[in-house]
């Protein structure tokens, strides 16, 4: 894989010494038509899932602040913490897959920051400064009123969107109804919410005004990987030299054969991260097949077969792929499935109801007047069920009675509670200093949690 250098923008006009600001050519063609669909199709998903309610509860929440998580309406506590480990770990496997097989095409075509920046920021660019080459024009004239207007007009946009977006962001980590409570409150109610959401803002504005593509070719870590996970057999974007080599303008008289590629740099122009896929896979490029439609549209001017640059597997451009093996798809096809088994069986046996036992601090037993001993008891419950819940707490052993020191009959929905009793025995039933007991949760007839613990006594006390 070619090591080209991070600013090697081959579209850039001067910025600043350091950085080759990247003017990429305006989009356009079959598959930009595609990756639109899927780019607003993805979006709306994001703007939506955190206001769309499933039982009360929102689509998708990670609220890290009050550790409490929802998917698809179902409610995780901390407590559900290996669910999220396996979670993970599909999702890493799912990545290292995909990658394997279709190369960096999630970074082109689903990565949030790739949409946002190319299918809003960079469009809202095109309307208000024109396209490439007039940006450029604008970026390198005088500074006229014109030409602050635009950029004030520009800038200003950015950051209203960017607000909005930050406030998306929130109601993933909040909740779309906290949410809602800081932007309807008085103001001074909520200067926290009101300080993240600025936060969020300037950052977003940052990325999507400035940072732009050195997220994805220096900061994001999957680019990086990249490197490591494709192979001979990946298919990736891919500029096809045995056809379009010796590149040049058509002449109808050549005495040398000529390649397809007429040397026009369209390739070139529209690509987001300013590389020349013509000389190579490199790891600035995302995939975004902008290369691809561009090419076809000169191919087609020209009347040559489309897909000079197109979707091809590494090792059949370089002339390496000698047999087909895909071991490596199949071995992480296995994992997957195989994590994907186990997570799936720890959510449909995942328990309704959380419980953590404790005997009261400092307390062994005491011992009552009526010839009976007792222990004390802490219950911590949470309901995750997503609804109220009627409560009983059952012991297994029949000599062993339960006395509540705070009754309650239900769980509220999305409650925490904390409860205490005794356990208590009468004093002929000791058998052992210590014995093992199980406590089991009712909700109803049905059992939903058991809860293990022991009991103190000292025997032979009639
Ligand atoms: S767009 Fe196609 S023809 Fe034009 S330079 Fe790129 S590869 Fe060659
Ligand atoms: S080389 Fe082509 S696919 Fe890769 S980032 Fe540039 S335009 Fe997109």
């Known amino acids: 894989m070619s090591t080209a250098v991070v600013n090697s923008a081959n579209n850039g006009g001067s910025k600043s010494k350091k950085r080759q600001w990247i003017y990429a050519k305006k989009p356009q063609g079959e598959l930009y038509k595609k990756r639109q669909w899927v780019g607003y199709s993805l979006l709306l998903f994001l703007f939506a899932a955190p206001f769309i309610k499933i039982n009360g509860e929102p689509f998708l929440m990670f609220n890290i602040i009050d550790r409490k998580f929802s998917i698809l309406g179902n409610l995780f506590y901390p407590q559900d913490l290996y669910i999220f480990v396996f979670g993970m770990l599909i999702v890493m496997v799912c990545v290292v897959l995909f990658t394997v097989v279709f190369g960096r095409v999630w970074c082109g075509w689903t990565c949030p920051q790739t949409i946002f920046l190319e299918l809003i920021f960079r469009r809202i660019e095109y309307w208000i400064e024109g396209d490439w080459q007039q940006q450029k024009k604008l970026d390198a004239g005088p500074n006229t009123d014109q030409k602050q207007l635009k950029k004030f007009l520009k800038h200003t946009i950015f950051l209203i969107i960017s607000f909005f977006i930050s406030n998306i962001f929130l ?20 200067i926290g919410g009101l300080i993240s959401i600025i936060i969020f803002t300037l950052v977003f504005y940052g990325v999507f005004a400035y940072v732009r593509e050195i997220v994805c070719i220096a900061i994001c870590p999957y680019g990086r990987l990249q490197g490591v996970l494709l192979d001979d057999q990946s298919v990736t974007v891919a500029y096809d030299h045995r056809r379009g080599e010796p590149r040049g303008k058509q002449q109808k008289d050549a005495k040398t054969s000529q390649g397809d590629c007429v040397d026009c740099k ?23 097949t902008a290369c691809i439609d561009a090419c076809d549209a000169v191919m087609d001017k020209i009347g040559k077969p489309k897909k000079l640059i197109g979707f091809y597997p590494m090792g059949e451009i370089e002339g390496t792929l000698k047999k087909k093996n895909n071991t490596r798809t199949i071995a992480y096809s296995i994992v997957l499935v195989a994590l994907m088994s186990v997570f799936c069986f720890l959510l449909f046996n995942r328990s309704q109801v959380d419980g953590r036992l404790l005997r009261a601090k400092g307390s062994t037993y005491q011992l009552r007047d009526d010839k009976t001993i007792s222990n004390l008891y802490s219950l911590e419950l949470i309901n995750k069920s997503g609804k109220e819940m009627p409560f ?23 409650g925490h509670a904390t409860l205490s009793f005794f356990l208590i025995i009468a004093n002929k039933d000791v058998e052992t200093y210590k014995s093992n007991v199980k406590l089991a949760i009712y909700s109803g007839d049905k059992k939903v949690e058991t809860l293990k613990t022991t009991f103190i006594a000292p025997p032979g006390m009639n």
């Open 392 to 414: 009983k707490l059952v012991c297994d052993d029949p000599r062993l009675k339960i006395q509540l020191v705070n009754p309650i009959q239900k769980l509220s929905k999305d």
């Open 171 to 190: 109601s993933y980590i909040i909740g779309a109804d906290a949410l809602i409570k800081i932007i309807t409150d008085p103001l001074d109610q909520h």
């Open 266 to 288: 369209l390739c070139v122009h529209v690509c987001p991260t300013g590389i020349d896929i013509r000389k190579g896979l490199q790891l600035e490029c995302v995939s975004c």
